[in-house]
């Protein structure tokens, strides 16, 4: 493992550009928001200045209105599709006009009890940004209390079967002739749909002609998604958020006060027949019906429901590396191709982590088979969870980053 240990570091030193990471050469040219945060754990196990300087990098890019956008282009690169033209971002940096699930302020906790000393150094700057950011899902993404996504990429999730109802009520615009360039980077067969590309698109559109104004968008936005990856990992984030701010000495009875809106909202998003957290549709009121890796973070955002365990021991034994991103029993389950059935490291960690806080030893276990499948494939995006074979790009920031963590 030291061979491995040797080769993690390279990955993320060969993707660092200089006080940001991108995900990986080609695919992805740009620095990602969450795909930061797990970088910067990674960074924490060899180099903790440039592993703070990934956090301080994504927050410089924070908008006015408290928004930390999912994709900050730092420099133009003409292999990445759409760029920033087409979003029409309106921050300090050029990005996109939507969030990503908010893992940094975790992420960032972690990086202070790595380095008690210099912790409140480095946070405290920062704090207020994150505050801002965590009320800017508060004001614009509440449904019952639990987030919502206003385009698949805001969960990360881009393609999941979750939200196939609601992209189906999407009517995409004539977009005209348009080149992707993510299928020129990895094999078709593991990426999404033109169909759905269509409909990425459509949501960019909208959402530049309105400058991105969020007071304006919000009443007439066709997709809006109540989503766990968003309730659980934001739930999560606000915890953190409240310890940092505790030791930094401040006043953190707002942050409290947004604990318990999102503890209740995340049981709106209890299926009582599927027995599960499920994705709703806010425009249609329809449940997804799906058991996604997304479900499995209830624990990581400190919430113990007795039916879930029972599920996540069904759909790792259905595979050889769990925990796949979708039921390998439903029909929609597709092993290779991206949010529809492969398996995610880093979500891994969260629901790994979030098992350990329980007391359960699936925690344990889910990492020491993530850790094999990371030995035997290499450090791809992510792996088909029936063969473990790597999919999407290679020499990945994040699968690089989980494994420094776990073995440090
Ligand atoms: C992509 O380009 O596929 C990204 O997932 C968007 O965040």
């Known amino acids: 493992t030291q061979r491995l240990d040797q080769e993690a570091r390279d990955i993320m030193i060969r993707n660092d550009r200089g006080g940001y990471s991108v995900p990986t050469h080609g695919l992805y040219p740009y620095q990602w928001n969450w795909d930061s945060a797990f970088a910067a754990i990674g960074y924490a196990a060899f180099d903790m200045d440039r592993a703070w300087i990934e956090l301080e990098t994504l927050m410089a890019a924070q908008w006015h209105d408290g928004m930390v956008p999912h994709i900050v282009f730092h420099e133009v690169d003409p292999g990445y599709f759409p760029g920033p033209d087409i979003w029409g971002g309106v921050g300090p940096v050029p990005s996109t006009g939507i969030s990503q699930p908010p893992v940094a302020a975790s992420m960032a906790l972690r990086l202070w009890d790595n380095d008690p000393e210099m912790g409140a150094e480095r946070f405290l700057p920062m704090f207020d940004g994150f505050v801002r950011w965590h009320r800017w899902f508060m004001d614009w993404r509440l449904h019952d209390g639990a987030v919502c996504i206003t385009h698949p990429w805001e969960s990360g999730r881009d393609n999941t079967p979750d939200w196939d109802g609601a992209m189906a009520n999407l009517i995409p615009r004539d977009l005209g002739e348009y080149q992707r360039r993510d299928t020129g980077h990895v094999d078709a067969s593991m990426r999404p749909h033109k169909s759905d590309y269509d409909r990425y698109l459509t949501l960019v559109a909208i959402g530049h002609e309105a400058r991105w104004e969020q007071g304006a968008l919000h009443a007439s936005w066709p997709f809006r998604v109540a989503d766990p990856t968003m309730t659980f990992i934001l739930l999560r984030a606000h915890r953190d958020l409240a310890e940092l701010g505790r030791r930094l000495g401040r006043d953190v009875s707002e942050i409290e006060s947004w604990i318990p809106i999102l503890e209740a ?66 029909p929609a389950f597709e092993a290779k191709r991206y949010w ?35 030995e035997e494939n290499g450090f791809a995006e992510y792996f088909d969870p029936i063969t473990g074979a790597p999919a999407g790009g290679q020499n990945f920031t994040w699968t690089a980053a989980i494994w420094l963590d776990w073995a440090s």
Request: contains cysteine; glycine residues 8%.
């Open 265 to 330: 909202g995340a049981e709106t998003l209890w299926n009582p027949e599927l027995k599960t957290y499920d994705v709703r549709d806010t425009l249609s009121g329809e449940w997804s019906c799906c058991v996604s890796n997304a479900s499995f973070l209830c624990w990581w955002a400190g919430i113990d429901r007795a039916e879930m365990l029972p599920h996540l021991r069904r759909v790792n034994r259905a595979v050889r590396f769990g925990v796949p991103s979708h039921d390998p029993e439903s």
């Open 340 to 374: 529809r059935g492969p398996v995610w490291a880093m979500l891994n960690m969260l629901i790994a982590e979030g098992l350990d806080e329980f007391g359960y030893d699936d925690g344990a276990l889910l990492r020491q088979n993530t850790a094999r499948m990371i």
